[in-house]
């Protein structure tokens, strides 16, 4: 990237510009884009200049002033704060401006966050799981009409009243949801002295009908006409194409493919080091067809960053994927293929009955899935019908 052009920097931002310019050139932007964003930065510093106002001053409240007085000068770009972001997120990481401030609303949120905080810190719970949990927390706090003074006095027949009332709202596999997640807010409150007994073994659980179903493999076929979607004449179909491939020949989750680092691939060794749920650390060895995606991507794909993560955004900044982003890629590959819509775990299933078909054992695609329970790689092969056939009985009165 070119040096800045813009020559107008002044006041209270000035010395933070080049490292500013410098961290924009390492997210991958372009010229033109970091020195539009530069531009912002010398008319926020002026702007702070004329208030009289220093880095560490600001706030989103002022911020939010000084895009009002762009709006009223007949500014017509970078009028919000999504367009500040870059420059707020580098200033807030040197430490020179203020976090933005949680703002806490309610009786409740105090509560709320510390059990937050609980989750995060004691269970190591992932960030989706967290996010439930504290909503069907706030759920049966809203319902009570005694504040959170009342919170000591939750009893086991206001638990049942509560979760009967929500059974005919929810299928069964979400009532269970709510039903773990609520065990898990009152196992908290007794840890922390909010309540004198634990009534988690209180909350009811609904029927489960685990195994019911087949498999959600798709068959073999299906995944190659996905891989063959991809162009990987681009930049952005060798990444699809070796997110898919993981996807396909190992079963990870959306989220571990996701997280994963150049530093997770042992490329002498042939491993890949994975971070699966509750921060469960496995090694999985790495097939070649795999290795040779993900290294066509690294090598004439991936985009020059700082950021570690193996898969990147195509647009700058060039930041790690998000889980959803992997859930993205597999529909927009069924779209290109003419396929119906599925989600990355049928592929984590196909993985797993791909093993199952030439004969791997249940416990050795347990390993490979990171299975704690053997009960769960058995689900994978319900759609074995030679294997069934074994323990199926005769039925009476047939040939």
């Not at 001053?57 to 895009?67: A, H």
């Not at 993900?294 to 960053?305: K, L, N, V």
Request: aromatic share 8%; charged share 25%.
């Amino acid at each position: 990237m070119r040096k800045p052009t813009c020559r107008s920097m002044s006041g209270p931002l000035e010395p933070f510009a080049v490292g500013f310019w410098e961290e924009l050139a390492e997210q991958g932007y372009s010229g033109w884009t970091a020195e539009g964003h530069l531009q912002l930065m010398a008319d926020l510093s002026r702007w702070m200049d004329v208030q009289g106002l220093a880095p560490d001053e600001i706030s989103t409240e002022r911020v939010e002033l000084f895009l009002a007085d762009r709006r009223a000068r007949g500014r017509k770009r970078r009028l919000s704060l999504r367009g500040l972001a870059p420059l707020l997120t580098y200033l807030r990481g040197l430490g020179v401006a203020p976090p933005p401030l949680t703002t806490v609303d309610g009786p409740f949120e105090e509560l709320l966050e510390e059990f937050v905080a609980y989750l995060r810190d004691e269970r190591g719970l992932a960030e989706s799981t967290v996010r439930r949990y504290r909503d069907f927390a706030r759920m049966l706090l809203s319902s009570r009409q005694d504040g959170l003074e009342g919170v000591g006095s939750l009893s086991a027949e206001e638990l049942g009243e509560f979760m009967l009332a929500r059974w005919g709202q929810y299928s069964a596999s979400m009532f269970n949801w709510v039903a773990a997640g609520l065990r898990s807010f009152l196992r908290f409150l007794h840890v922390r002295g909010y309540t004198a007994t634990s009534l988690a073994a209180t909350v009811p659980t609904g029927p489960s009908w685990r195994g019911g179903s087949i498999s959600r493999a798709v068959a073999p076929g299906v995944a190659a006409r996905l891989l063959a979607s991809c162009d990987r004449r681009t930049s952005l179909g060798r990444r699809n194409f070796a997110i898919l491939t993981v996807l396909w020949r190992l079963g990870l989750r959306a989220g571990e493919v996701a997280a994963l680092t150049v530093d997770d691939i042992d490329w002498r060794a042939g491993e890949l080091h994975v971070t699966g749920k509750g921060g469960r650390q496995d090694r999985l060895p790495l097939p070649t067809d795999v290795g040779q995606a993900i290294a066509d991507y690294c090598r004439r794909g991936r985009p020059h960053s700082g950021d570690r993560h193996v898969f990147l955004q195509a647009q700058a900044p060039y930041r790690g994927l998000a889980r959803t982003t992997v859930g993205s890629v597999v529909a927009s590959a069924c779209d290109r293929a003419g396929l119906p819509q599925i989600r990355p775990h049928a592929l984590r299933h196909t993985a797993a009955s791909g093993m199952r078909a030439a004969g791997a054992p249940l416990f050795e695609i347990g390993q490979v899935l990171r299975h704690c329970d053997t009960a769960t790689t058995a689900l994978y092969a319900k759609d074995d019908r030679d294997a069934l056939a074994v323990l199926a009985r005769p039925w009476p009165g047939a040939a």
